[in-house]
């Protein structure tokens, strides 16, 4: 027999089955609840999080805060980025739909593919939260790109220009 849950159900059944799965497989993740209040962060995530930030915090230390109480509480810088990432959340909480996005973090060179979640109470349709995965840009290409354009000096990056452009022509069939 199917039951009804409530929001806070759901959400916690979600919570409980996102930690049975992904406490184990290494995977980069966080959840927060509908007020964007971290509700749980897998050991990739603090793994990540300690070595962008040089900390060694646990799960504990990041629960029932959001992103902004945990940079205040930690002495961490106050950016744009974390007031960018705040407006991202309330958009995705608007708009209900999954995004992906590029982000470099401001103190570690890497740039990470972010997939951002809404998670939704199908039986009233509410949102209770939003999930979010990091994985890493491994495209050297697009990481050279990146840094380029935003004039930030690299050993992905050659001084040498001596590189030849590629020159193609098409045939007559391919002009069809």
Do not use: C, W
């Not at 070595?51 to 109480?69: R, V």
């Not at 608007?94 to 740039?111: D, F, G, I, M, Y």
């Not at 990470?112 to 039986?123: G, L, Q, S, W």
Request: glycine share 4%.
């Amino acid at each position: 027999m199917n039951s009804i849950q409530s929001d806070k159900e759901f959400f916690d059944n979600f919570v409980a089955s996102s930690r049975t799965v992904f406490d184990y497989i290494g995977d980069n993740i966080h959840i927060k609840d509908h007020d964007f209040k971290y509700r749980y962060a897998s050991p990739g995530y603090l793994t990540f999080f300690n070595d962008i930030y040089g900390f060694e915090k646990q799960e504990e230390d990041l629960l029932g805060q959001t992103l902004n109480e945990v940079i205040d509480s930690f002495g961490l810088p106050q950016g744009n980025l974390y007031d960018d990432l705040a407006k991202q959340e309330e958009e995705l909480k608007s708009t209900r739909k999954n995004t992906r996005l590029l982000q470099a973090t401001p103190s570690h060179p890497q740039v990470y593919i972010v997939y951002k979640r809404p998670i939704i109470n199908p039986a009233s349709d509410n949102f209770v939260g939003l999930m979010t995965h990091f994985s890493t840009l491994t495209m050297p290409n697009i990481l050279k790109t990146l840094l380029k354009v935003n004039r930030k000096s690299s050993y992905l990056i050659s001084n040498d220009s001596n590189y030849n452009s590629l020159e193609y022509s098409l045939t007559e069939k391919q002009h069809i």
